[in-house]
């Protein structure tokens, strides 16, 4: 069964560069037909997709967060990372790792990870 | 970008009855939409893609309907377990074009 964990730092201050890393196991991440994205949730709000990308690399972002998003892939360690640059306190999220399953014109989340708050404070 | 719209903001029905979830998008989508199940503490479940297939282990009571910019999602008989936020999720021209999530439906217990 195919799980994914968020990892990284609790806290971060204004104007630094948010770092999470997304770890899978139970599957590979180097499956085709699958992408691998991050989604946000601000404190009782809704979801906002940040990106994904293709285990070769390959990768697409929102265009509202695009200046400051990096998603990569570190294939050797089945993991994916997120870096969002110059946070604010608008950045203060649960955000979440998921799998992207790429089906025909279809495009879905499942699995998700279970979630880290990422808090943007001094 | 492609703005969708979900309506009530909360919804209170009785448990084993019906209750009716809409979705609306800026633009046409076609079927390209996806509904999730969050419950609090939890992250969002996938029910639904392609605006009406169930996901694998997905109860039957769960049916996704609608194309183009309305779409619907109905729970036959409401138990305990299915009083939740949900949210719909539009992929049309994904990529390049962004992923859009609704702003969610809160389902609560009448």
């Known amino acids: 069964q195919l799980q994914l964990q968020e990892s990284g730092p609790g806290l971060v201050k204004p104007s630094e560069t948010l770092s999470l890393t997304c770890t899978v196991s139970?599957?590979?991440?180097?499956?085709?037909?699958?992408?691998w994205g991050w989604i946000r949730q601000p404190p009782g709000k809704g979801l906002e997709w940040i990106g994904s990308?293709?285990?070769?690399?390959?990768?697409y972002y929102n265009p509202s967060l695009k200046s400051r998003v990096t998603i990569s892939v570190d294939t050797s360690k089945n993991q994916f990372s997120l870096k969002l640059s110059s946070v604010t306190a608008a950045d203060t999220a649960v955000y979440y790792c998921?799998?992207?399953?790429?089906?025909?014109?279809?495009?879905?989340?499942?699995?998700w990870g279970q979630g880290t708050l990422v808090t943007v404070s001094s | 970008e492609i703005v969708m719209t979900q309506s009530p903001a909360t919804l209170s029905v009785s448990p084993g009855e019906r209750a009716t979830l809409s979705c609306r998008a800026s633009?046409?989508?076609?079927?390209?939409l996806a509904w999730y199940q969050q419950k609090p503490g939890q992250a969002p479940r996938l029910l639904i893609y392609?605006?009406?297939t169930r996901a694998t282990g997905i109860p039957a009571r769960f049916s996704g309907s609608g194309s183009g910019t309305e779409f619907t999602l109905t729970i036959s008989s409401l138990q305990s377990e299915d009083f939740a936020v949900y949210y719909c999720?539009?992929?049309?021209?994904?990529?390049?074009?962004?992923?859009?999530f609704g702003q969610g439906t809160r389902l609560e217990i009448k």
């Open positions: 999720q539009q992929y049309n021209n994904w990529p390049p074009l962004p992923i859009t």
């Open positions: 139970g599957g590979s991440i180097s499956s085709s037909s699958y992408y």
């Open positions: 990308i293709y285990y070769s690399g390959s990768t």
């Open positions: 633009q046409s989508v076609s079927s390209n």
């Open positions: 392609g605006a009406s």
């Open positions: 998921a799998r992207q399953r790429q089906w025909l014109v279809h495009n879905w989340f499942d699995p």
